[in-house]
């Protein structure tokens, strides 16, 4: 005489827990569907073969592993937003204040001195930046003599080569050093104001008056 498992009894629990529902509702199978499939298991194994200790222990680590881990991603989705909520307000703090970024433009109020910095990788016998306006033409030049390695700060009093004051708008600073092999064009921290942020995608963004957006892990320095 032979006895038949009512409940197919050689699959594991675990891998009818793991599988979509067959309604078409989509979610996978909870702890409560999860129970009433290893209950009706026991229930209906075949007595000659009943199910063996290890590998029923097996099943409820298995499923004590999977509960785990959903409630690990529950914590991390939690996680993540709360640190995007805070980085949204850091950002929004900076809207209208001044930031220092890497670029080669700014937007410059010639009414007061601009104030900036280049980054020189090896000492100079000379260092210069020449400004040009936003039609590219030529302004004037900052002479800076030499310098040592390092993070250099330059002004401009917002005149020209002939001591005319320029209109405020956009101006671009190109600053080189000069080497026995040439010139080399150096990397310049120039201010900007920021006029919004945008939120979403993996960073946050800041959009800066006339120049676009950069992104927040940009920022060099944060101003008043």
């Known amino acids: 005489m032979s006895i038949d498992s009512t409940s197919g009894v050689s699959a ?7 599988v979509k529902q067959q309604s078409g509702s989509g979610e996978e199978l909870g702890k409560d569907q999860f129970l009433n499939l290893l209950v009706a ?3 209906n194994q075949n007595p000659l073969e009943p199910q063996g200790n290890g590998e029923f222990i097996a099943q409820l680590a298995q499923f004590s592993q999977v509960e785990g881990i959903q409630q690990l991603n529950g914590s991390v989705d939690s996680l993540v937003s709360g640190y995007q909520s805070s980085q949204a307000l850091q950002a929004s703090s900076l809207v209208g204040r001044k930031v220092i970024v890497p670029t080669d433009s700014a937007v410059v109020d010639t009414s ?20 040009t306006d936003s039609t590219g033409a030529a302004v004037g030049r900052i002479n800076m003599g030499a310098q040592e390695a390092g993070n250099v700060s330059f002004i401009w009093d917002g ?49 800066l008056a006339g120049l676009g957006s950069v992104a927040l892990s940009s920022v060099q320095v944060i101003g008043e």
């Not at 594991?12 to 793991?18: A, F, K």
């Not at 101006?171 to 921290?189: C, R, V």
């Open 12 to 18: 594991s629990v675990l891998d009818q827990y793991s």
């Open 41 to 43: 298991q026991l229930n």
């Open 112 to 131: 007061q001195s601009f104030k900036a910095s280049l980054l020189l990788p090896v000492s100079s016998s000379n260092v210069f930046v020449n400004i």
């Open 159 to 207: 005149k020209d080569s002939d001591g005319n004051l320029m209109p405020p708008g956009k101006y671009k600073f190109e600053a080189q050093a000069s080497y026995p092999d040439g010139n080399q064009g150096l990397y310049t921290m120039l201010p900007a104001n920021v006029d919004s942020v945008t939120l979403g995608g993996s960073e946050l963004m800041l959009n």
